[in-house]
């Protein structure tokens, strides 16, 4: 059997941090070799998906930096790297201190990407616009995209998206294929799981063997209500991918299932890894933590604790909307109304988001309010009810 594009790319990676490994950060340090390495270790920690990994990323960053000093390059790595953890705060610092960092284009969009989180969306979007204007990439349009399917321009996104892959080469087939998931995730959210399915069949062809891809033909699969062939994608993939969230939903495939024992050896594999990495003093999985005891164990009190803590991060609907969930767990439903009506005054448009919101109607008033939110998410994916993953 012919290794996969994955298998492929990995091992080209590999071969070139090995010969780089002995001298990349020796003193006196080569700017250039450093550079290249420390990219390389984090381009591969990003692609298979090794948190763990990331832990060496960051100690080769630190040693380059403190020898080499504020390189644009470096800072730029150190500030996506703190921006992948949800570190806003030190991305701000990042931005600072790299040489001229910040008057870059990708400075411009690591701006952009700030705004967006923190709850500035016309910040963010004319960020973006302006990136795209000075440096028209894939992943600048890409970004634009995200943010308009999530305020609820679904036809804007996938034009963006259209857009962002006639940007790539032939060489390109990863960004390809992730460019594809993301158009499919679009159909899948709105109920249509023929065109999801193709979208993933073509980033499946275009990159062969991405944990990515069947991560995410695992969900569509949990979608259209074939569990057990969903939890053995799943399976798969996290043996190649242990990710803690994958861990978590196969739980909730099994679970689904009537498979009690199996379900819960995977909450317990996945709850352990978010609450270490709490304690390690991480942030990122703050926003799993809230979805794993608002949904998994109905912890309401725990769910709100750890809303709280990510909104102290990045105030957004996301966020917000998350926050409203857990107080509705815990009973609050007065703040938890107010809280969503926050949440939804962005603008943002899901189908699970508006199904929440009309719980929390439901729970608190008879206003008519919560019969007017399910008909907007049945407009969206009249499977709104269907499994699906928490990203």
Avoid at 187 to 196: H, N
Avoid at 281 to 300: K, S, T
Wanted: glycine share 6%.
């Amino acid at each position: 059997m012919s290794a996969t594009d994955f298998d492929v790319e990995l091992q080209k990676i590999d071969q070139v941090i090995a010969e780089l490994e002995p001298d990349a950060l020796a003193v006196p340090i080569n700017s250039e070799g450093a550079t290249k390495y420390v990219y390389l270790l984090y381009q591969r920690a990003s692609l298979a998906g090794d948190l763990a990994a990331f832990g060496k990323v960051e100690a080769a960053l630190k040693q380059a930096i403190d020898e080499i000093g504020p390189a644009q390059d470096l800072y730029l790595l150190k500030a996506n790297l703190d921006f992948k953890f949800h570190r806003l705060a030190d991305v701000k610092l990042d931005l600072a201190a790299g040489r001229d960092l910040s008057g870059t284009t990708q400075g411009k969009v690591l701006r952009a990407d700030l705004d967006f989180q923190e709850g500035r969306y016309d910040n963010a979007r004319r960020g973006y616009e302006e990136a795209i204007r000075d440096d028209l990439t894939w992943d600048n349009l890409a970004r634009l995209a995200y943010l308009k399917w999530k305020l609820g321009d679904t036809a804007g996104a996938d034009q963006l998206y259209a857009e962002a892959e006639d940007e790539l080469t032939a060489k390109e087939m990863r960004h390809y294929a992730w460019i594809e998931l993301q158009q499919g995730v679009l159909d899948l959210r709105q109920g249509r799981y023929a065109d999801a399915q193709a979208h993933y069949d073509r980033a499946d062809r275009g990159y062969s063997g991405y944990w990515l891809v069947a991560d995410h033909q695992a969900e569509l699969s949990g979608a259209q209500g074939l569990f057990a062939e969903a939890a053995a994608l799943y399976e798969r993939v996290i043996a190649r991918a242990a990710k803690p969230e994958l861990q978590q939903a196969l739980g909730e495939l099994y679970d689904t299932m009537g498979e009690k024992d199996r379900a819960g050896a995977c909450y317990e594999k996945s709850l352990k890894a978010y609450l270490d990495s709490a304690a390690q003093g991480d942030v990122h999985f703050y926003h799993h933590l809230v979805d794993f005891y608002a949904n998994v164990r109905r912890d309401g009190g725990e769910a709100v604790k750890w809303a709280r803590k990510d909104i102290e991060l990045r105030r957004n609907f996301s966020t917000l909307a998350a926050l409203a969930w857990a107080l509705y767990r815990a009973g609050e439903f007065p703040e938890a109304r107010e809280t969503m009506a926050e949440a939804l005054a962005s603008g943002a448009s899901d189908a699970h988001l508006f199904y929440q919101a009309a719980m929390i109607h439901q729970a608190f008033s008879v206003n008519g309010e919560a019969e007017r939110y399910l008909r907007l998410a049945a407009e969206i994916n009249p499977n709104y009810q269907s499994f699906h993953v928490h990203r």
